[in-house]
């Protein structure tokens, strides 16, 4: 009976992923999930797989409600670094379309078979009647518009030449404000000459109109300053302004300019304020994206972003220039893999990180921790859970109906935590490679994006 019921209830929750992380804060928090909770969650199943044909590590979004066939359906849409790009019906995984939106082929390491495509996150803009767009960042270096139910390009797209592809990748979301969308880059197997930042797109008028490069625009001559964060920039929905933490300049210092800093930024792309962290390691640029968040009882909204040298860093975002609020040594200062982003629980007033390694100074380590947030708007630890092999990289955290999911990395599993708790309550099995990418939890189905080329939904 109960589960006809989560059934039932899951055919009529109509709620969309239209961006990473959720939200514009970048939170990966979904506020409307009623059909998993911690209650049954023990319960979740493969429901299908569907090989894609390339490593992913995309967060899948998904749009309720696009008619197919005169049908409305919910889809969710996936990129791969071959360059395809889906989109999938999520009840079943049968794929609606596809498109090969071009990759290059850079031999580096980085994933297997040396192929880039699409890495970031498509940004969905969904009308009335289920229609609309999907915008995604191709291999190719140009950005498209296309028709959420067909695949169609939308007139006056793609845009072409956003990126030299032969240098630099998208490895974060994109995301859609208004009429502007960002498109953040960085270095292509990190190796120069390249100018990675963020560049701003004009929607209703196909164009480029802003770019921040943090290391100095191209004609300087200054290598790297990439943004690396798996979901691209974060914005202030009260305000529109930016928020971006970036990677290290190639040259001496490396956090030369806006490089290896927290920077804030007008919608426009004109720097507000910024702040360069004094870090300590081998490697202290940040391969993160700031997530926005308000604790209870906090005066300000408060920026959190992951470093590689193991700090997870807060900024009250009126006042970055002034250093950050607190740092909390969460992994290794030598292991370099402290990157992504963590995901806030307005419900629980909680933080939560996928830690990559074992604090070098401190009890923190690797796995899922969870600090909460105190009404002095300060972070301390709540509960941690180790799972998964001590290793350089895991997925950001996803929460949803008082559970948190979070991918391990080389552990090829994704977890399901209490929220509250930190007790396990299910983990998956039979994935066969690295599970890095964020997953997604909505309307009642887990999607996981791995890197044996195969797109997981996990259900009641």
């Given at each position: 009976?109960?589960?006809?019921?989560?059934?039932?209830?899951?055919?009529?929750?109509?709620?969309?992923?239209?961006?990473?992380?959720?939200?514009?804060?970048?939170?990966?928090?979904?506020?409307h999930?009623?059909?998993?909770r911690?209650?049954?969650?023990?319960?979740?199943?493969?429901?299908?797989?569907r090989?894609?044909?390339?490593?992913?590590?995309?967060?899948?979004?998904e749009?309720?409600?696009?008619?197919?066939?005169?049908?409305?359906?919910?889809?969710?849409?996936e990129?791969?670094?071959?360059?395809?790009?889906?989109?999938?019906?999520?009840?079943?995984?049968?794929?609606?379309?596809?498109?090969?939106?071009?990759?290059?082929?850079?031999q580096?390491?980085?994933?297997?078979?040396?192929?880039?495509?699409?890495?970031?996150?498509?940004?969905?803009?969904?009308?009335?009647?289920?229609?609309?767009?999907?915008?995604?960042?191709?291999?190719?270096?140009?950005?498209?518009?296309?028709?959420l139910?067909?695949?169609?390009?939308?007139?006056?797209?793609?845009?072409?030449?956003?990126?030299?592809?032969?240098?630099?990748?998208?490895?974060g979301?994109?995301?859609?404000?208004?009429?502007?969308?960002y498109?953040?880059?960085?270095?292509?197997?990190?190796?120069?000459?390249?100018?990675?930042?963020?560049?701003?797109?004009?929607?209703?008028?196909?164009?480029?109109?802003?770019?921040?490069?943090?290391?100095?625009?191209?004609?300087?001559?200054?290598?790297?300053?990439?943004?690396?964060?798996?979901?691209?920039?974060?914005i202030?929905?009260?305000?529109g302004?930016?928020?971006?933490?970036?990677?290290?300049?190639l040259?001496?210092?490396?956090?030369?300019?806006?490089?290896?800093?927290?920077?804030?930024?007008?919608?426009?792309?004109?720097?507000?304020?910024?702040?360069?962290p004094?870090?300590?390691?081998?490697?202290?640029?940040?391969?993160?994206?700031?997530?926005?968040?308000?604790?209870a009882?906090?005066?300000?909204?408060?920026?959190a972003?992951?470093?590689?040298?193991?700090?997870?860093?807060?900024?009250?975002?009126?006042?970055?220039?002034?250093?950050?609020?607190?740092?909390?040594?969460?992994?290794?200062?030598?292991?370099?893999?402290?990157?992504?982003?963590?995901?806030?629980?307005?419900?629980?007033?909680?933080?939560?990180?996928?830690?990559?390694?074992?604090?070098?100074?401190?009890?923190?380590?690797?796995?899922?921790?969870?600090?909460?947030?105190?009404?002095?708007c300060?972070?301390?630890?709540?509960?941690?859970?180790?799972?998964?092999?001590?290793?350089?990289?895991?997925?950001?955290?996803?929460?949803?109906?008082?559970?948190?999911?979070?991918?391990?990395?080389?552990?090829?599993?994704?977890?399901?935590?209490?929220?509250?708790?930190?007790?396990?309550?299910w983990?998956?099995?039979?994935?066969?490679?690295?599970?890095?990418?964020?997953?997604?939890?909505?309307?009642?189905?887990l999607?996981?994006?791995?890197?044996?080329?195969?797109?997981?939904?996990?259900?009641?």
């Amino acid at each position: 009976m109960l589960a006809v019921v989560a059934h039932a209830a899951a055919q009529h929750q109509r709620v969309s992923w239209a961006t990473y992380g959720f939200d514009l804060e970048r939170t990966g928090f979904n506020p409307h999930e009623r059909t998993v909770r911690v209650s049954n969650a023990s319960r979740l199943h493969k429901l299908w797989s569907r090989s894609l044909g390339g490593v992913m590590i995309a967060q899948p979004v998904e749009a309720a409600g696009v008619k197919i066939h005169g049908t409305p359906t919910k889809v969710v849409y996936e990129g791969t670094e071959h360059g395809g790009f889906y989109a999938l019906r999520a009840s079943n995984g049968h794929v609606i379309w596809h498109r090969d939106l071009g990759s290059i082929h850079k031999q580096c390491n980085f994933f297997p078979g040396d192929t880039f495509g699409v890495g970031g996150a498509g940004a969905i803009s969904q009308r009335a009647g289920g229609k609309g767009a999907i915008y995604v960042a191709g291999g190719n270096g140009n950005v498209y518009a296309l028709d959420l139910a067909t695949g169609a390009e939308k007139k006056g797209w793609p845009v072409k030449g956003i990126f030299n592809p032969h240098h630099l990748q998208v490895y974060g979301g994109l995301t859609l404000w208004k009429n502007r969308l960002y498109v953040t880059d960085a270095g292509l197997c990190d190796i120069p000459p390249y100018h990675g930042g963020v560049t701003e797109i004009n929607v209703a008028k196909h164009r480029v109109v802003h770019r921040f490069y943090p290391a100095g625009p191209p004609k300087r001559g200054v290598s790297g300053g990439g943004v690396w964060g798996p979901g691209g920039v974060s914005i202030d929905p009260s305000n529109g302004d930016v928020y971006t933490a970036t990677g290290n300049a190639l040259k001496d210092p490396q956090n030369f300019l806006y490089s290896e800093a927290m920077v804030k930024l007008t919608p426009s792309l004109h720097v507000l304020s910024y702040e360069r962290p004094p870090l300590t390691g081998q490697d202290v640029d940040f391969g993160a994206t700031p997530v926005l968040f308000k604790p209870a009882g906090c005066s300000s909204t408060l920026a959190a972003a992951e470093n590689k040298s193991g700090v997870l860093v807060t900024y009250r975002i009126n006042k970055i220039a002034g250093g950050p609020l607190q740092r909390l040594q969460l992994a290794s200062v030598s292991r370099g893999g402290f990157v992504g982003a963590p995901a806030w629980d307005p419900q629980d007033n909680t933080l939560y990180v996928g830690d990559s390694s074992n604090s070098s100074d401190g009890p923190y380590k690797h796995g899922m921790v969870a600090l909460k947030a105190g009404h002095n708007c300060r972070l301390s630890l709540r509960w941690q859970h180790t799972v998964g092999p001590r290793i350089e990289i895991v997925s950001p955290p996803t929460v949803a109906g008082g559970v948190v999911y979070f991918g391990d990395g080389q552990g090829n599993r994704e977890y399901a935590f209490n929220a509250t708790s930190g007790k396990v309550l299910w983990h998956s099995s039979g994935i066969k490679n690295r599970v890095d990418g964020a997953a997604s939890m909505v309307n009642g189905k887990l999607f996981v994006p791995t890197w044996d080329h195969r797109l997981y939904a996990f259900g009641l």
